[in-house]
């Protein structure tokens, strides 16, 4: 084996487990030779690392280079996994169209390979978008096709995320018994996976749940656990999302003061990562915290912010839940 070929197992192995500061790390101690740094495959693995640790702008360029790495030599499989991260990315970065656009590839692909896995993955991916796009009916019927065939294959890291994007949809649409029971059957899934980004996701779902249905104390024991690991995984843009729900938190406990400094804590983190979603929903919280507080100039302030953010997404359904608070 060539140390190219034991460079890229090795972060394989990395990658596998969830351990995407140490690929980075491992990949960072070295100073590849050219024929590494031209290898699609290294491009793809670090641009998936880079994005999971919040870094999109980097995720970004790698995944590019991958994508035209594989064309390059042909590689459909490659270009098609390189075109579901790209989609990934693009919907962080608050780019729908581009998101639907890659994902829709992505499926093509996948259905010309007959790569029923991907094909699933890929159609998760859509039905997010089609959710953000105010469409849930539409999303929850596609999630559940993908978590079927992920069932099938015994993948309990997909079926853990689709089962939490499950739960996010019954939570907008308030039916809190549903979200739940997605929640902790996404729980139950990450629980079976050496993944503690994973898991702090799922976990993270799970307290927003509680925190709705009144469970304070589900909810922070949740949001604890959900903090250990987020920050042993490296994951800021998941401690970022985890700001947002501690927000909620103590909104629901009467103190908007409390809930004003986490969402904004989570506003700057979302910001500073270019996670336009994210950045609009903290602007939300904080517009509603501000209000609270008296201060009427500062929360229209936030809650123009979040407006321009949805606005620029087409998140049709976060700009009606806006629009409904007084």
Partial sequence: MTDSESLLAALHGLHRQGKYPELLAAYGA??????????????????????????????????????????????????????????????ERGDLPEARTRFSAAQQIADRLGDRLMFARAANNLASVTHLLGEADEASRVYREALLAYQRLGDHHRAAETYHNLALVARDEGDLAAALDASIHAVRHAGQVNDAGLLALVLTGRAETAVLMGDEALA????DRAAVLARQAGDEAGLAELERVRALCWWARG?????????????????RLRIALLEGECSAIAARALAALGRARQAERRREQARRRFTALGARHHLRRLEAIP
């Fill in 255 to 271: 103190d908007p003061a409390r809930a004003l400094r986490a969402a904004e804590r989570g506003r700057r983190q979302a910001e």
């Fill in 30 to 91: 070295r100073v590849p030779g050219a024929s590494e740094v031209d290898r699609p495959e290294l491009r793809l693995l670090i641009a998936s690392a880079a994005t999971r640790t919040g870094d999109v702008e980097r995720g970004h360029r790698e995944a590019l280079l991958a994508a035209r790495g594989f064309r390059d030599r042909g590689d459909e499989d490659g270009a098609m996994r390189s075109e579901n991260l790209l989609g990934a990315i693009a919907f």
């Fill in 220 to 223: 922070r024991e949740g949001l």
